[in-house]
């Protein structure tokens, strides 16, 4: 079993920057593509960015573009998401995941951390 740590979560406020870190246990997780997942009380769990492999292929949603940076560092079985130029409505449980292929859907991934809470004060 894969097991996923994230950390960096924090209260920041609006136009700051935070780097979040996701640590797996094992050399499994580097073979999957990696996702950072949010998601707020009542709310659908929102696809951030994802990551192939070994790195090569970088995807976001519409909000994170641009703002967001999806790396990973396989040698210490972690992948990280710097975050800048934060805004109140980036305030959710941040998730980090893996999964089988490059995709932006909940269902492709199967491998889910317990989440860090990222809150950006107005």
């Known amino acids: 079993q894969v097991q996923l740590v994230e950390s960096g979560g924090g209260l920041v406020q609006i136009g700051a920057s935070l780097r979040l870190s996701c640590e797996a246990s094992?050399?499994?997780?580097?073979?999957?593509?990696a996702a950072w997942f949010r998601q707020n009380p009542g709310k659908e769990r929102e696809f951030v960015a994802g990551?192939?492999?070994?790195?090569?292929?970088?995807f976001y949603s519409q909000s994170a573009k641009d703002r967001f940076t999806i790396s990973r560092d396989n040698a210490k079985n972690t992948v990280y998401l710097q975050m800048s130029s934060l805004r109140p409505e980036d305030t959710a449980v941040y998730y980090c995941?893996?999964?089988?292929?490059?995709?932006?859907?909940?269902?492709?991934?199967?491998?889910w951390g317990r989440g860090t809470q990222v809150t950006v004060s107005s």
């Open positions: 094992g050399r499994t997780f580097s073979t999957t593509t």
């Open positions: 995941s893996g999964g089988p292929r490059d995709k932006i859907t909940v269902a492709n991934y199967t491998y």
């Open positions: 990551i192939s492999r070994a790195g090569g292929n970088r």
